[in-house]
């Protein structure tokens, strides 16, 4: 598998539980390499034509751009939100350091 560079997720969860352990099993998978867990957030949403408001988890996902569409897909699987909020991107720079510890998961 090619190393394309660093790309990050960020997605909310119920709670720090659930986030420790889907990041734990995406890292069992080598989808990513690290999660910064964010245990308690406040939401503020609209969803369905209604605003809600809600405490969160947020996880920002640290994996390779070459992963990125099955990290996003496996992550989608096993969140429980029926249509959970996973947005990802492709870093432009990093650390050489970074880039290389992240690029190991592509081998």
Not at 5 to 19: E, H, K, M, N, Y
Request: contains cysteine; charged residues 20%.
């Amino acid at each position: 598998m090619q190393q394309l560079g660093p790309a990050l997720i960020w997605c909310p969860f119920p709670d720090a539980a659930t986030a420790a352990a889907t990041a734990k099993t995406l890292l069992d998978e080598r989808l990513i390499a690290c999660a910064n867990i964010v245990p308690a957030m406040l939401s503020l949403f609209e969803w369905n034509g209604e605003r809600g408001e809600a405490t969160e988890a947020g996880a920002l996902l640290k994996t390779d751009a070459a992963l990125l569409q099955r990290a996003i897909a496996r992550l989608g699987e096993e969140h429980p939100y029926e249509e959970p909020a996973i947005v990802a991107w492709r870093c432009d720079e990093a650390a050489p350091a970074t880039a290389a510890w992240l690029g190991a998961l592509t081998r």
